[in-house]
T-cell receptor, first 114, second 114 residues
Framework: DTEVTQTPKHLVMGMTNKKSLKCEQH?????MYWYKQKAKKPPELMFV???????INESVPSRFSPECPNSSLLNLHLHALQPEDSALYLC?????????????FGPGTRLTVT | GIQVEQSPPDLILQEGANSTLRCNFS?????LQWFHQNPWGQLINLFY???GTKQNGRLSATTVATERYSLLYISSSQTTDSGVYFC????????????????FGQGTTLQVKP
C-alpha cells in the first residue's frame, strides 16, 4: 500500500480563522514533507520531518506551524493567513535512507483564504 | 543549485499517438522521479529511475545520468493521460541524512484529444 491520505480535501477560511490540515501514512515511512503548490507551478517544499523531528523549514512564515504527533501523522496548523496563501497543500512521505528515497504524495488540500 | 528543465511545455496529441517528454538537469542527482498530476491535483508516481530504462504498461522512462537527462515515453496515448507531467531531481538535504528534496521542473502539460 503506497497511500498517503489528507483531510480535508477543500478548506475555505477567513484571515482571522485557525484551522489545521492533516496527513496520514501507514507505510512505515520515517520522513514526511509539506509542499505548497500554486496554480500552474510545480510544488515547493515547506517543511521536512525526519523521525518525527523537524529537520528543515524552508523559510516559511510563522503563520504556518507544522506538527508531527507520531510517525504516521503530520499536521499543518494555519493561523492569520493571507489571501496569497491560497494554494494546494500537498503532504508526502518517503522511507528514508540516502536522499530520503522515493516520495509518495497525498491528494492534497485545496485551501482558499478569503 | 541544480536546475531542472522540461520540454516541451505544452503538448496536444490525438488519441492513439505516441510522445516523448524530456527532462534535463544541470548537475549530478541521487535519483529522478517522474509524476503525473491529474486534473484533481493528485501527483501519481510514475517512475523512480536514477539510470537505465524502466517500463510500466504504455509508459517507459530512460535516464542517462552521465548526460544529465531523462526521457518519458507515452505510447498509444489515451484521454486519461491528460494532465501535467513533472520530473523531479532527488537531492539529499544538508543537515538531514534521512531525507531528500525534490527539485521540480516546470512540467509538461499534455492534452489528449479523442
Amino acid at each position: 500500500d503506497t497511500e498517503v491520505t489528507q483531510t480535508p480535501k477543500h478548506l475555505v477560511m477567513g484571515m482571522t480563522n485557525k484551522k489545521s490540515l492533516k496527513c496520514e501514512q501507514h507505510m512505515g515511512h520515517r520522513a514526511m514533507y509539506w509542499y505548497k503548490q500554486k496554480a500552474k507551478k510545480p510544488p515547493e517544499l515547506m517543511f521536512v520531518y525526519s523521525y518525527e523531528k523537524l529537520s528543515i523549514n524552508e523559510s516559511v512564515p510563522s503563520r504556518f506551524s507544522p506538527e508531527c504527533p507520531n510517525s504516521s501523522l503530520l499536521n499543518l496548523h494555519l493561523h492569520a493567513l493571507q489571501p496569497e496563501d491560497s494554494a494546494l497543500y500537498l503532504c508526502a512521505s518517503s522511507p528514508g535512507g540516502p536522499a530520503g528515497g522515493e516520495q509518495y504524495f497525498g491528494p492534497g488540500t485545496r485551501l482558499t483564504v478569503t | 543549485g541544480i536546475q531542472v528543465e522540461q520540454s516541451p511545455p505544452d503538448l496536444i496529441l490525438q488519441e492513439g499517438a505516441n510522445s516523448t517528454l524530456r527532462c534535463n538537469f544541470s548537475d549530478s542527482v541521487n535519483n529522478l522521479q517522474w509524476f503525473h498530476q491529474n486534473p484533481w491535483g493528485q501527483l501519481i508516481n510514475l517512475f523512480y529511475i536514477p539510470s537505465g530504462t524502466k517500463q510500466n504498461g504504455r509508459l517507459s522512462a530512460t535516464t542517462v545520468a552521465t548526460e544529465r537527462y531523462s526521457l518519458l515515453y507515452i505510447s498509444s496515448s489515451q484521454t486519461t493521460d491528460s494532465g501535467v507531467y513533472f520530473c523531479a531531481a532527488v537531492m539529499p538535504l544538508s543537515g538531514s541524512s534521512n531525507t531528500g528534496k525534490l527539485i521540480f521542473g516546470q512540467g509538461t502539460t499534455l492534452q489528449v484529444k479523442p
